[in-house]
């Protein structure tokens, strides 16, 4: 292996180590629930319209787009469910 490919599988595995312990420390300092992730999270319970809602968040856009996102339900629902692993996929995809 040349040198110069030594240093860019260096680098890039440097690089994803970095990410993944960035995102591991925001998760920590977050305090979101472990368990509460989106593969964790059943969208037969709910609706059609509303499972489709939900995946049209996962992305992310909204938060690159300044706007608000607001879940309103009965009690027990699940409302705080969808909130932590939204936030756990945010994370992951590197948005703060």
Same mark, same amino acid.
């Given at each position: ?18 990410? @993944?312990? %960035?995102?591991?420390?925001?998760? %920590? ?13 059943? &969208?037969?319970?709910?609706? #059609?319209? &509303?499972?489709? @809602? ?8 909204? #938060? ?6 607001? #879940? #309103? ?8 469910? &969808? ?5 756990? @996929? ?7």
């Amino acid at each position: 292996m040349s040198h110069v490919a030594f240093l860019t599988v260096f680098v890039e595995q440097e690089a994803s180590y970095r990410e @993944q312990r %960035r995102a591991e420390r925001l998760l %920590r300092e977050s305090r979101l629930p472990r368990e509460k992730t989106l593969a964790q999270f059943d &969208l037969g319970q709910f609706g #059609v319209v &509303l499972a489709q @809602q939900i995946v049209q968040l996962q992305p992310g856009t909204f #938060v690159t787009q300044a706007r608000n996102v607001i #879940v #309103v339900g009965k009690p027990g629902t699940g409302k705080r469910r &969808l909130a932590a692993a939204i936030g756990h @996929q945010l994370i992951r995809q590197g948005k703060e």
